[in-house]
């Protein structure tokens, strides 16, 4: 590995590449997301094929008339017993009862599979979905978002492209092709080994063509990520690129990750159409044998002119029908691997403590808590105490096992009800202790609990939290807030027990209602009113009070504030000091300050320096020496 990759991966973690076969897993996951309609599946698996089989039938009764129509020739056959004597309308009669009939199965199976495999797939997606939820932050923190947003957009629609409609295609293709070799082998046996050495020789020139295809359609699927990260982040810094002229570099950077995509797409395409060059050269030279032989058999008197016509006719319908099966099995390796890259996120580690829902599908390894626990976890008694004790023991983090410490051995006691506020230089490591304490990496040694309670304890202790029960006894006001496209109540709401009524009542204790209840006609039509993505119809001021309306509703007994207040000018921080200072009073607190002015009034300050604890002792001892060695106003 070059010195500039080993670089890059301390920060970022490189595509997977998938190679050689489907892993069991993959074959699993297509077995789980379709189980609970496995009786269903047989059903019109059944129907389809009894539906193609009517369908294809009627070839062999065309075959039984033309026989029937032989008269004192070499080359006539018998029809057989069920049909003698039948009358040309009789003929017609059951044709067209068989066509009808094989049309409604038909019509019916390819309905009934499309939709189970769109509830398959659907399944499939949420269960991956429940589980990136719970993944670690050092997995969000590697992983680009492009990569993330190809799998759950481009690899998930091909996956679901091919399990809807095109499935059902798919399966009819394949009962042809068995219900082929077995009518012409009825209409005459020696048409028998012909199919089975066609279908032998397109199965060579496929298993001759297969890995070269799967591996461009996956270096495909892994082309696509990059460019598309590069446009999300681009999109995303677009303000400070255009300050900064860097546009050119950009739209270069971007048009080369994207002419890369389009050489691998160019490649697999390539791979695709030799492939289906090398099946119709074979198909033609069969086909054309088999014309030869039919005429051979008939010659001789081996076959009727009936069975004949049978067989061309197969053996045409052959030709075309391998061909779509092999085309559609491309179409299936596309979904396939979708399936194989979401269903890496499906198996990957949760993050440390982290359980599942008892609603969760899928048989991995993560636990999976029963309908007992979660209905008693809401219950826990952390959950009811109107504030309580932060307890951090000698504690050690760095982000990645590869990167430096970033907190060194601090312990810290917020005693319940307490208001700590903690300063430092930039780096000193402020705010990964927000983030420890929240639990979002995992530590290196020591531990933290809330009330007495820690996740890291065993499951039968009396100690023992679950990882969200014990995030939700902790409210965070951060510098950024983040809102979701969506309406006020969406945004605010912490459960679907909150009243419209409590959620007012929270507005107009921070002082939110008056302002943006301008434009409505009642009390609860603020609620309706429409967050645009990231809150930007929305000011950096007013975004925090609705952050602080959060924590009023969340009743929590902790509440931390990041940095709550380095964006908003002096007069907005005063009045959202001050309204935590009235709204959040008797909770326990621990505040991360930009400016001193907000943490003055706290029982107590926290000074970190270079990831530990340098000081502590009253505003008044701490702020004093902090200043002295050249810290913040």
Partial sequence: ??????????????????????????????????????????????????????????????????????????????????????????????????????FVANTLFRVGISRTGTHAVSRFYDNVTLRVSRFPMSFFDV???????????????????????????????VFDLILIVMLSAFASPWFLPLMLISLAVNYA??????????????????????????????????????????????VTRFMTLLEGFVVQRFRAAVAIQWFSVQMTASIQVLLVFGAVLGLILLRHGQISVGALGVALTFIGMSSNTIQ??????????????????????????????????PTAEFRTQHRVMSFAEWKKRWSHPLLSMACAEVNIENLTLRYQPNLPIVLDNVSLRVLSGEHVGIVGATGSGKSTLIQAIFKLYPFETGKISVGGF???????????????????????????????????????????????????????LVG?????????????????????????????GQRQLVCLARCLLSRSPVVLMDEATSAVDPVSEAALVTATEKLLKGR??????????????????VWMEHGKIRLIGSPSDVLVQFQKQGGAK
């Fill in 1 to 102: 590995m070059s010195t500039n990759a080993k670089s890059r991966s301390r920060f970022l973690h490189e595509e997977t590449k998938f190679s050689g076969g489907y892993s069991t897993g993959v074959v699993k996951a297509v077995y789980e997301s379709y189980q609970p309609w496995s009786l269903r599946v047989t059903f019109l698996f059944v129907l389809g094929f009894l539906g193609r089989a009517l369908l294809l039938f009627n070839t062999n009764l065309m075959g039984f008339w033309v026989d029937s129509l032989c008269r004192n020739s070499t080359s006539c056959k018998p029809v057989p017993a069920l049909f003698r004597g039948f009358s040309h309308h009789q003929y017609v009669n059951v044709i067209v009862i068989v066509t009808a009939l094989g």
């Fill in 143 to 173: 992983t680009p978002i492009g990569r993330m947003i190809t799998r759950f957009g481009s690899d998930y629609a091909a996956m679901f492209r091919m399990m809807g409609g095109p499935m059902g295609e798919f399966l009819c293709v």
């Fill in 205 to 250: 020139v496929y298993r001759s063509n297969k890995m070269r295809m799967r591996e461009e359609r996956r270096e495909l699927s892994r082309s696509r990520a990059p460019a598309i990260a590069h446009f999300s982040e681009t999109v995303q810094g677009a303000r400070v690129v255009k300050i900064f002229g860097r546009s050119n570099v950009f």
């Fill in 324 to 357: 779509s099966f092999f085309d559609w099995l491309a179409s299936l390796e596309e979904a396939l691997t979708g399936f194989e890259r979401l269903d890496e996120y499906l198996r990957k580690d949760l993050e440390p403590a982290a359980a599942l829902p």
């Fill in 454 to 508: 820690d996740v890291s304890a065993p499951d039968s202790a009396e100690q023992f939290i679950s990882l969200d029960v014990y995030r939700s006894a902790l409210a965070l006001i951060p510098q950024d807030p983040s809102l979701f496209r969506g309406t006020l109540r969406e945004n605010l709401s912490i459960s679907d027990d909150v009243s419209d009524e409590e959620l007012v009542k929270a507005l107009c």
């Fill in 512 to 540: 939110l209602h008056e302002s943006l209840s301008v434009a409505t006609e009642d009390a609860a039509g603020i609620l309706k009113m429409s967050i645009e993505e990231r809150g930007v119809n929305m000011s950096v």
């Fill in 588 to 605: 326990t607190r621990i505040v991360v300050a930009h400016r001193l002015a907000t943490v003055v009034n706290c029982d107590r300050v």
